[in-house]
């Protein structure tokens, strides 16, 4: 330890005057940059690239933070980490911000504008406002390097999507084909099948009548969307259905066409859906369409991209989907061919961007072959080269990834990485390169032009954990820190992301892109509800840094929950945060103030040391064993209560009162040892809590008589070196037992702390005896006692209140001070609850279940609970009995 300590504490800790010195002196020495060193093992990170356009919300918050708890955690246990911060272009939301910013400043359209001049722009937004979310990320505590910092448009990452583009493309996994995609009528793009989400909501079936054409007769079918039935060309019935055998092969009059379209069977059909008919539409229905294709129905389509029917719908043409809907079953109930009509409740996908109810819709895009870039990384999960925690998202990765179906990667839209293919005017051939092309790569041609699309956002991100690292290029740091290490994410983007950047990562690496992925859940408002706008029920986090600092806020998102699940957000706990750091701050504070001005601090003298100061180092010793290895399982939770409990009620409710003993008393070798004692434990306090509350503890740490230049790149504390004595621990165990009994008792009773009291300790045993005379000192100081028995031999008392702590039986003679009664019906109180609990272990020690299968020190423990509420059982009942003939 060091001689002098450098800075003294304010009296009140206050964040906004501490947090962003702090954060720049990180900055500017460099810390959050790898140290280089090739002894140390690499542990690289990089973060989920937030949305250019995006402002820091509680997800964000509760991401980083949880990344951060692990990157300072292991750049302290010696490790060479690397963090890798960036941004995503965003291509839906940012063109659509940009877009609406012009129509608003200038009244012009990105259409007037013209590409060329639109991609200016946006870029020009993005220098000047994209970049506000890096500084909020920075707000939170991030340590990330962001002199590597990176965004899904440098020209480094465009290279690396148009080498994935070309390589895909040449081996036959990236193909142009004309599929029923996705397609958002407001966005005016396509979409993947993980970008549509799927609502419960009301809707109805209609049944409707299609006369045959012989006159004979008619079928009926049932549907969701009548709006679609003037591009049906078909109606189909299951091949074994009895019930229209007869009619296959026939056709039926399209009503309000009067087209003729066949009734074909098919195996597709459902007999038990509906009226077992099912109207074929190959243009607005994926499964349809795969039914036209099978029998070689033609394709139409009565709906063109902004959600409005065309010239195929005849007098409908230029309604909107819900004003055609509504035209069309009036029409068809004037008419006679509406039967009936059900309501139902069905599964509606929606854009997730927008919300807008997403249309199915025939279209000419561009696709990624899924299944053979799925197949390794099933292998790679099955040889347990990429693991997830917890390991249930395992079971519906590998589900999602069994049954992927391909990926549309094209959108309509003109801010993101532009198709590199390019079409030829004069042959129609398609040519994919990595540059700009000047001729057809089939005939020569220089009348060629590039396809107008660009590549969906999560193409880029796939290739996040090596394009960010250099990749196409064999960088120094794809080398050093490839594969990355951990993934932290929430698991609600496993499919949006971590899936592609498993393929990806296989394919152009032959490496899975991380060894582990850490998935956390959502965070909901107080009632268990999604944050959104429409309910107005959102927390901005930097208003919370605002008003209570980024510890407090770091602190309770990283302790609410365990892996994998959502948490509630309450403000009451972000303000037991900040309690718990006041906390923290006042018990550094009154460890510097009871420094002598020359502090000659060394290491503890183990020899020397009170019950007390062993007890604590003990503890000490057990919560940093506790917390590491909570950490390394990454539950961040766990290593946050731990630390909590630690902290609030040993170290600073019960080892600073015990301090005061010595600190106060005339014996300077015992204060010298104390103070060197409190300042050891709050030293290696403050590591453990580094990684949770950077702030406050690297300012403390300023303060503190030790050696180094910044906390966060001071060694974490290993347990395996630090001393332990169980006995010290059973010893003030009984101390604190004794003491929350007698203070329970005046409590009670009224009786102020202030007045002397006695006490008899009746011990069952000499072991116990000798336990109690050792902490004698304590019990005196504690309790405020002016006489003490302690003994086998004992005699309690029979007018006295009583409490029984393990090994022996406490009484307080205050007769005079206490109605014998209220005594009679709290022990009676006490002998209901023991007597639950003697049932309640007897019970689980009964169950075979639990006692094979339990670990052996599990079951060990419930004996040892039996037997001391067994004990405790007696004693209350021997009690009562003397009561009893008092």
């Known amino acids: 330890m060091a001689d002098t300590y450098r800075e003294p504490l304010p009296k009140v800790y206050d964040p906004a005057q501490v947090e962003q010195d702090i954060y720049r002196f990180w900055e500017e020495n460099g810390y959050f940059k790898p140290s280089g060193d090739t002894k140390r093992p690499p542990f690289s990170v990089v973060m989920p690239p937030p949305n250019v356009t995006g402002q820091l919300h509680l997800g964000h918050a509760w991401d980083n933070t949880l990344q951060d708890i692990l990157v300072r955690f292991k750049r302290m246990q010696g490790y060479d980490t690397l963090w890798v911060p960036g941004t995503d272009h965003a291509g839906i939301a940012t063109q659509a911000r940009?877009?609406?910013?012009?129509?608003?400043?200038?009244?012009?359209?990105?259409?007037?504008?013209?590409?060329?001049?639109?991609?200016?722009?946006?870029?020009?937004?993005?220098?000047?406002?994209?970049?506000?979310?890096?500084?909020?990320?920075?707000?939170?505590?991030?340590?990330?390097?962001?002199?590597?910092?990176?965004?899904?448009?440098?020209?480094?990452?465009?290279?690396?999507?148009?080498?994935?583009?070309?390589?895909?493309?040449?081996?036959?996994?990236?193909?142009?084909?004309?599929?029923?995609?996705?397609?958002?009528?407001?966005?005016?793009?396509?979409?993947?099948?993980i970008e549509v989400e799927h609502v419960e909501v009301p809707g109805h079936l209609y049944y409707v009548r299609y006369p045959l054409i012989n006159g004979e007769g008619s079928v009926t079918i049932a549907t969701t969307r009548p709006e679609t039935m003037f591009a049906d060309v078909a109606v189909a019935v299951h091949p074994q259905d009895a019930r229209y055998a007869h009619l296959i092969g026939q056709s039926i009059r399209l009503p309000l066409v009067?087209?003729?379209?066949?009734?074909?069977?098919?195996?597709?059909?459902?007999?038990?859906?509906?009226?077992?008919?099912?109207?074929?539409?190959?243009?607005?229905?994926?499964?349809?369409?795969?039914?036209?294709?099978?029998?070689?129905?033609?394709?139409?389509?009565?709906?063109?991209?902004?959600?409005?029917?065309?010239?195929?719908?005849?007098?409908?043409?230029?309604?909107?989907?819900?004003?055609?809907?509504?035209?069309?079953?009036?029409d068809l109930r004037q008419q006679g061919y509406l039967q009936q009509v059900e309501e139902i409740q069905h599964a509606v996908g929606h854009c997730s961007r927008c919300d807008t109810v997403v249309e199915p819709y025939l279209s000419m895009q561009w696709f990624v072959r899924m299944q053979p870039l799925a197949?390794?990384?099933?292998?790679?999960?099955?040889?347990?080269?990429?693991?997830?925690?917890?390991?249930?998202?395992?079971?519906?990765?590998?589900?999602?990834?069994?049954?992927?179906?391909?990926?549309?990667?094209?959108?309509?839209?003109?801010?993101?990485?532009?198709?590199?293919?390019?079409?030829?005017?004069?042959?129609?051939?398609?040519?994919?390169?990595?540059?700009?092309?000047?001729?057809?790569?089939?005939?020569?041609?220089?009348?060629?032009?590039?396809?107008?699309?660009?590549?969906?956002?999560?193409?880029?991100?796939?290739?996040?954990?090596?394009?960010?690292?250099?990749?196409?290029?064999?960088?120094?740091d794809l080398r050093r820190y490839y594969p990355t290490s951990t993934l932290v994410t929430g698991y609600d983007i496993l499919f949006f992301w971590v899936a592609r950047m498993a393929f990806t990562g296989v394919e152009f690496t032959g490496q899975v892109p991380f060894h582990k992925v850490v998935l956390h859940g959502l965070i909901r408002d107080s009632l268990g509800r999604k944050m959104s706008k429409s309910l107005g029920n959102g927390v901005d986090p930097l208003e919370v840094i605002d008003e209570y600092g980024a510890d407090a806020l770091r602190f309770t998102l990283s302790t609410g929950s365990s892996p994998g699940n959502d948490q509630r957000y309450y403000e009451e706990r972000v303000q037991g945060s900040r309690n718990f750091i006041n906390k923290v701050w006042n018990a550094a504070r009154f460890v510097l103030m009871n420094l002598p001005n020359e502090a000659k601090l060394s290491e503890p003298n183990w020899d020397a040391l009170s019950i007390a100061d062993r007890w604590v180092l003990t503890r000490l010793a057990e919560t940093v064993e506790a917390v590491t290895a909570h950490l390394e399982r990454y539950d961040f939770g766990e290593a946050g209560r731990a630390l909590y409990d630690f902290t609030w009620d040993e170290f600073c409710d019960w080892y600073i009162e015990f301090s005061k003993l010595a600190l106060y008393g005339e014996d300077e070798q015992a204060k010298a040892e104390t103070c060197g004692v409190l300042v050891y434990v709050l030293d290696t306090l403050l590591r453990l809590l580094h990684p949770f509350i950077p702030f406050v503890t690297e300012c403390i740490w300023r303060s503190l008589p030790v050696a180094g230049d910044a906390l966060m790149l001071a060694d974490w504390p290993g347990a395996a070196s630090m001393p332990r004595d169980?006995?010290?621990?059973?010893?003030?165990?009984?101390?604190?037992?004794?003491?929350?009994?007698?203070?329970?008792?005046?409590?009670?009773?009224?009786?102020?702390?202030?007045?002397?009291?006695?006490?008899?300790?009746?011990?069952?045993?000499?072991?116990?005896?000798?336990?109690?005379?050792?902490?004698?000192?304590?019990?005196?100081?504690?309790?405020?006692?002016?006489?003490?028995?302690?003994?086998?031999?004992?005699?309690?008392?029979?007018?006295?209140?009583?409490?029984?702590?393990?090994?022996?039986?406490?009484?307080l003679p205050l007769a005079d001070l206490?109605?014998?009664?209220?005594?009679?019906?709290?022990?009676?109180?006490?002998?209901?609850?023991?007597?639950?609990?003697?049932?309640?272990?007897?019970?689980?020690?009964?169950?075979p279940q639990f006692v094979e299968k339990a670990p052996e020190h599990v079951v060990k423990a419930e004996r040892e609970k039996e037997e001391e509420y067994r004990a405790k059982l007696a004693a209350v009942e021997e009690r009562l009995n003397r009561l009893a003939t008092s």
């Open 98 to 193: 940009v877009e609406k910013s012009l129509l608003e400043s200038e009244g012009v359209s990105r259409h007037d504008l013209g590409r060329s001049e639109f991609v200016k722009r946006v870029w020009a937004w993005k220098e000047n406002y994209g970049n506000r979310i890096t500084g909020q990320v920075r707000r939170l505590g991030a340590s990330c390097d962001w002199s590597r910092e990176r965004f899904t448009m440098d020209e480094g990452l465009s290279a690396a999507v148009r080498e994935v583009f070309v390589r895909l493309y040449e081996k036959g996994l990236i193909y142009r084909g004309q599929r029923i995609i996705n397609w958002c009528p407001r966005c005016a793009t396509a979409l993947s099948d």
């Open 726 to 811: 169980e006995q010290a621990v059973r010893q003030i165990r009984i101390v604190m037992d004794s003491i929350r009994a007698v203070r329970n008792i005046r409590s009670e009773l009224n009786v102020a702390p202030s007045k002397a009291i006695a006490m008899s300790i009746r011990c069952q045993d000499a072991e116990s005896e000798s336990l109690f005379r050792s902490v004698e000192g304590y019990l005196r100081r504690f309790c405020n006692l002016n006489r003490l028995q302690i003994g086998t031999d004992v005699e309690l008392p029979a007018q006295a209140m009583t409490a029984v702590v393990s090994g022996a039986e406490i009484a």
């Open 258 to 330: 009067g087209r003729e379209i066949p009734i074909i069977a098919d195996d597709y059909v459902d007999p038990e859906y509906g009226t077992g008919c099912l109207k074929i539409t190959p243009a607005h229905d994926p499964n349809d369409c795969e039914v036209g294709r099978r029998h070689g129905l033609e394709m139409i389509q009565c709906m063109d991209a902004d959600g409005r029917l065309n010239e195929v719908a005849g007098a409908y043409q230029g309604l909107d989907r819900e004003q055609a809907r509504q035209r069309v079953v009036d």
């Open 818 to 847: 206490v109605d014998l009664d209220v005594e009679r019906d709290r022990l009676t109180r006490e002998r209901q609850r023991l007597l639950a609990e003697v049932e309640r272990v007897e019970r689980k020690l009964a169950n």
């Open 375 to 476: 197949d390794p990384v099933l292998r790679a999960v099955a040889a347990g080269q990429l693991q997830f925690v917890p390991e249930r998202f395992e079971k519906v990765f590998i589900h999602w990834l069994e049954n992927v179906r391909d990926w549309c990667i094209s959108r309509q839209l003109w801010w993101g990485h532009r198709i590199p293919a390019w079409y030829c005017d004069d042959c129609e051939g398609v040519t994919v390169a990595k540059e700009p092309v000047a001729a057809c790569a089939h005939c020569g041609s220089t009348r060629v032009h590039q396809d107008e699309d660009v590549l969906d956002t999560w193409f880029s991100s796939a290739l996040w954990p090596f394009s960010t690292l250099g990749w196409p290029e064999d960088t120094a």
